[in-house]
């Protein structure tokens, strides 16, 4: 069983950084499909920030393009989202997640891994 552990939210100014990180604890059976990170904003679902492939493409939803950037280390044990150009709009929960699916990796219900989730905030 994987378990994913993420670190760095903070508060931060808006135009500020931050990076989060998000450690692959124990050895897979095989590597995923998958894998992203998501937001919960207060008072809204659960929505998909960035998405990598097993294959190494990435994808960023359209709200954050140009700002937030992931990744991954060599080994594929850590994933990172780097965000820039932080908004207040950006302040949630973030949660990262792995996917062993072939399913729509913009669904938080192709996810069966998931970390404890790191909160944001921005102010303006």
């Known amino acids: 069983q994987v378990q994913l552990v993420e670190s760095g939210g903070g508060s931060v100014q808006a135009g500020g950084s931050l990076r989060l990180s998000c450690a692959f604890v124990g050895v897979p059976d095989r590597r995923p499909y998958y894998m992203a990170w998501f937001r919960q904003r207060p008072g809204r679902e659960r929505e998909e920030v960035a998405i990598?492939?097993?294959?190494?493409?990435?994808d960023v939803t359209d709200s954050v393009k140009g700002r937030f950037t992931i990744s991954t280390d060599n080994a594929e044990n850590t994933l990172s989202l780097q965000m820039d150009s932080l908004e207040p709009e950006d302040t949630a929960m973030y949660y990262c997640a792995a996917s062993w699916e072939l399913s729509n990796p913009r669904l938080p219900q192709s996810y069966s891994s998931w970390g404890q989730g790191t909160q944001v905030i921005v102010s303006s």
């Open positions: 990598r492939a097993r294959d190494g493409t990435t």
